[in-house]
């Protein structure tokens, strides 16, 4: 009766590791389908003689009005191999109801060494002028829709990312960018966000959208001190401007990226490996990038030797700016640009 009993048991632990094991694999596959289709055939820019357009842009962000443009060539981005380091174009779009395209409202260059384990980003207000290939001078923030208007989908990511390598003088090898609602889905799952918030934060005028078509203002305010951020929140930190500048944003975007990355590491590896599924499925709809799986795969291995605890922020801000006549149209130091991102690069003294 008890060898009965020993070999019930024995089944019974049998058929639920089995199930287990179905069941996670089930999930990695879901993942996989969910990463694939988050991920988008790369394309690059066709070298560009002359700009198309040689007069300067707008004071807004419009794109202008419709002009020929030469159309860019179809090929594939070359990725870093071994442990070669890689940059990538981190965007946040502020893509609104009634809308499928817009501007991106963050932009950050991250930089992975996985030589040294350096990490470090670099952010850019999304108001600086920046000389685009084939456009001439454009708000930087509008440069991701004017590819995709003018030049066809998926060539937005492929001109900012020529756009900002120009101004870096670096390689921008793949982009990812996520939207408002992506955003808040993956706070969301994470359970919240601890944000350590330097100085009060009082905005009047924080955008609202009502409905489709018609965008409100309401007051946001924080407390300085630290505090538990839920999606939406967090959200309105990351975004807010009113209150001091975009340079200050700027600064408060990585804050968000830092401690998004932290609360993760917090709940431990093993939990998310058996949630992975519930993260790509949340996310397959709001993320694209060019980062094929290999390179996924590559960096992933490359994380045990990432010094994710000192992760080096850096950004243009107030001080490395040239003003062009408007006091709001303003471009970035050359000078400036190249020290900081041989800074980012090699290492030194982060942006305060």
């Known amino acids: 009766m008890r060898r009965r009993f020993v070999l019930v048991l024995l089944g019974v632990m049998a058929l639920t590791g089995i199930i287990a094991i179905a069941r996670l694999g089930f999930e990695w596959k879901q993942a996989l389908d969910d990463v694939d289709a988050m991920i988008v055939t790369p394309v690059v820019l066709a070298p560009t003689p002359e700009p198309v357009i040689s007069a300067p842009a707008p004071a807004d962000t419009s794109v202008g009005p419709v002009l020929p443009v030469p159309l860019p060539t179809v090929a594939p981005t070359v990725a870093p191999e071994n442990d070669d380091p890689v940059n990538i174009l981190l965007l946040g779009a502020d ?81 990812a960018l996520i939207n408002f609602e992506g955003f808040r889905r993956v706070i969301d799952l994470v359970g919240g966000i601890s944000i350590d918030v330097p100085k009060e934060i009082d905005d009047p005028r924080y955008p609202v959208d009502a409905f489709p078509g018609d965008v409100r203002t309401m007051r946001v305010r924080f407390e300085p001190g630290r505090q538990w951020m839920d999606s939406e929140r967090a959200l309105i930190y990351a975004r807010t401007r009113h209150a001091d500048s975009d340079f200050g944003r700027n600064q408060r975007q990585q804050q968000v990226l830092l401690a998004l990355v932290e609360r993760v590491r917090e709940r431990g590896l093993i939990s998310q490996i058996n949630k992975i599924d519930d993260y790509t499925s949340a996310l397959r709809d709001y993320v694209r990038t060019d980062v094929p799986r290999s390179e996924m795969i590559r960096l992933a291995r490359a994380a045990t030797r990432l010094d994710l605890d000192n992760i080096q922020r850096y950004a243009i801000d107030s001080k490395m700016i040239i003003t062009l006549g408007d006091p709001d149209t303003f471009a970035a130091d050359p000078e400036a640009v190249r020290e900081i991102v041989d800074r980012m690069i090699a290492g030194g003294v982060p942006t305060p």
């Open 95 to 175: 893509a609104r109801a009634d809308e499928e395209i817009s501007r991106t409202d963050a932009i950050i260059l991250l930089h992975i060494n996985p030589r040294t384990g350096r990490v470090s980003m670099l952010s850019f207000p999304r108001d600086l002028m920046v000389d685009t290939p084939g456009f001439g001078r454009r708000k930087i923030n509008s440069v991701y829709l004017l590819g995709e208007t003018r030049l066809g989908k998926g060539y937005g990511a492929a001109l900012l990312k020529q756009t900002v390598s120009d101004l870096v003088g670096v390689p921008v090898h793949h982009f």
